[in-house]
């Protein structure tokens, strides 16, 4: 006859039945030590005396419950995230499963699972690591398969324990503060990119993403253009302390790298605060963000079939509004300090990049390996003498325009080939060409504005060196 074990408090109440039974006790005082009704008490005996022992042991042990997931679809999930999402941490890989096979399954159970297993998420916390370590290694240590220590071995090594960054109090209003930075990721499997983001520090929202090859200014303005076309104009941003935010001293007056300030420029002109710090600790916000970024997008970019960098500036459209609806915060006041949002034409102007050229000698520019002539609005070339300083305006809708004596005209690209003959071909049906818009010339365009923001920058600059 197989031995029954009963659990503490199956035996304690068996003991006590039986005492009752052997001695013909007082029902009342064993109702009152097992916390139940003389009619439980009466049920108890009956189960002595028909079964014994084996009557007390629970009717449930070993049964499965009915709300149990079936064990082959238990070992296909795990399966499933060690095969394809390795890298996600469990409350998205939870997601994912709720999406794409329509399983619903609580981050909980699935980390009792993958614990089960010796897999923690990547987003583990210190305690989480250090239970584990201590497990494997006693596991190590009584093992006596130099397979099994191996394998242990690899395990530990891949536990990492990362640095928390500390807490701050959130700003009270939307626009009040916007951190900012870039992350270099392998995104896609062999390449890296430059995720520039941008967050609210109240309400975690991210309002701006833009990948690129490297961190640049492009990156930052197109993410500044989302800002500004979706919400309006901040009131500060919060940033590393890097050329394209702050000024560093140059040689030259007009250097070529000075172009890097121009984001400091147009936040100058918008009226944004720029605030850049050298401790990446301090603004934890986007740095924290940065990690989650790294942890969740690239499995959506998978998942979406992504292989290249532009499909995957298309994604971030849509991938925002599902990161946001998930994670940003809901504040109980509808108050925001975002100033009113600009004009299409204004963030153009604003979001230029302008670049020092002089007139050669064929009163033409050369810029980015093209040659191109000054124009007037009607189409009506115009010649200026060799040598004259002039700033080409590169706008933030790719149009380009050149300023010359604080006089605006537009650049006409010179072909290489002509494509029509005059004397050989057919006569062309002459049309007559569209008159170009050129911008009002306002401010951020004037070249001696824009030189006397650089020199009040590298005073500042050098004075604080000093």
């Not at 005492?19 to 189960?47: P, Q, W």
């Not at 979406?304 to 298309?314: G, K, P, Q, Y």
């Amino acid at each position: 006859m197989r031995k029954v074990e009963l659990t503490m408090n199956e035996q304690n109440k068996y003991l006590i039945i039986k005492k009752l039974v052997e001695s013909n006790g007082n029902k009342k005082r064993a109702a009152i030590k097992l916390g139940c009704t003389i009619r439980t008490v009466d049920r108890l005996i009956l189960k002595y005396k028909n079964q014994g022992k084996r009557g007390f042991v629970h009717g449930n042990r070993g049964r499965t419950p009915s709300v149990a997931f079936p064990l082959d679809i238990k070992n296909k999930i795990i399966r499933l995230y060690l095969d394809e999402y390795p890298d996600a941490n469990f409350t998205h890989f939870c997601e994912i499963l709720r999406e794409d096979l329509n399983i619903r399954v609580s981050d909980t159970s699935l980390n009792k699972w993958l614990r089960d297993e010796c897999i923690i998420s990547p987003k583990a916390r210190k305690k989480t690591k250090k239970q584990l370590k201590m497990l494997l290694r006693s596991r190590l240590e009584a093992s006596p398969s130099k397979k099994v220590q191996n394998d242990i071995k690899e395990t530990l090594a891949l536990i990492d324990e990362k640095d928390a960054h500390p807490r701050r109090p959130r700003c009270k209003y939307m626009g009040e503060m916007i951190q900012m930075d870039a992350s270099s990721h392998e995104w896609i499997s062999g390449q890296i990119w430059y995720l520039h983001l941008a967050v609210d520090d109240a309400s975690g929202e991210v309002v701006g993403a833009y990948f690129d090859r490297q961190e640049t200014l492009k990156g930052y303005y197109n993410v500044f253009y989302q800002i500004l076309t979706n919400y309006g104009i901040p009131a500060m941003f919060y940033t590393d302390r890097r050329t394209i935010f702050e000024y560093k001293r140059k040689i030259n007056a007009f250097d070529d790298d000075d172009t890097f300030t121009q984001f400091s420029y147009a936040c100058h002109n918008l009226g944004v605060d720029i605030k850049t710090t050298s401790i990446a600790q301090a603004k934890g916000r986007i740095e924290r963000l940065n990690q989650t970024f790294q942890s969740r997008l690239p499995i959506e970019l998978r998942r979406a079939h992504i292989t290249d960098i532009e499909s995957a500036n298309e994604f971030l459209r849509s991938y925002l509004k599902k990161f946001n609806d998930r994670f940003a915060l809901r504040l109980n006041t509808t108050k925001s300090v975002f100033e009113t949002q600009p004009s299409i034409e204004k963030i153009n102007c604003t979001l230029a990049v302008l670049s020092p050229r002089k007139i050669d000698a064929g009163h033409s520019i050369h810029f980015h390996n093209k040659i191109y002539i000054p124009h007037r609005p009607n189409g009506t070339p115009i010649f200026l003498k060799n040598g004259t300083d002039c700033m080409v305006i590169e706008s933030f809708d790719a149009n380009l325009y050149v300023n010359v004596l604080d006089q605006i005209y537009v650049m006409q690209e010179v072909p290489e080939r002509s494509s029509h003959s005059a004397e050989f071909d057919a006569p062309a049906k002459q049309k007559k060409p569209p008159k170009k818009y050129v911008p009002p010339m306002d401010h951020p365009w004037k070249r001696a504005s824009y030189l006397n923001y650089l020199a009040k920058q590298k005073h500042r600059n050098f004075g604080a060196n000093v």
